[in-house]
C-alpha cells in the first residue's frame, strides 16, 4: 500500500491472520493496530489508539534503534530494526519493526501516515 486509503484496505483483509501491523499519523500516534499486535503487546486497541509507540518501551529498548526509526519516520524513508519492547504485564519481548512511509493519494510528495510491520523475533 502507498496510501492511507490503500493501507487501510490492506489493513482490514488481514486483521485476522498473525501478521502485525499498525498505522500511524505524522506526529507518530497510533491509529489502526491489528489483533495480532495487541496479542503481542497485551494492550487492546482502546489502550493503543492515540498513543504513542514509547508506551510499550522500558529499560532494555534500544534509544538507537529507536532514535534510527523516528529519524527515518521524519526523512520520509523506509527503515528497520530490531527493539525490544514490553508487554503491558511487564515482560520483555524482541521484535523486527519495518515502517513505510504512506503518501497522500492526490500529492504524491507528501507523506501523511505510516505503517508499521512487527515480527516477534
Not at 486483521?15 to 497485551?42: Q, R, Y
Request: glycine share 6%.
Amino acid at each position: 500500500p502507498r496510501t492511507y486509503q490503500e493501507a487501510m484496505s490492506f489493513m482490514k483483509q488481514y486483521e485476522n491472520v498473525p501478521l502485525v501491523i499498525t498505522m500511524a499519523d505524522i506526529p507518530f500516534l497510533i491509529l489502526e493496530t491489528s489483533s495480532g499486535w495487541c496479542h503481542i503487546c497485551g494492550h487492546t486497541k482502546e489502550e493503543l489508539t492515540g498513543r504513542s509507540m514509547r508506551m510499550i518501551q522500558g529499560a532494555h529498548t534500544d534509544p538507537v534503534a529507536t532514535e534510527h526509526l523516528c529519524e527515518a519516520a521524519q526523512r520520509g524513508e523506509e527503515a528497520e530494526a530490531v527493539v525490544y519492547n514490553y508487554h503491558k504485564d511487564g515482560r520483555v519481548f524482541c521484535n523486527y519493526i519495518q515502517i513505510f512511509p504512506l503518501v497522500d493519494a492526490t500529492n504524491p510528495a507528501k507523506i501523511t501516515h505510516y505503517l508499521g510491520f512487527f515480527q516477534d523475533v
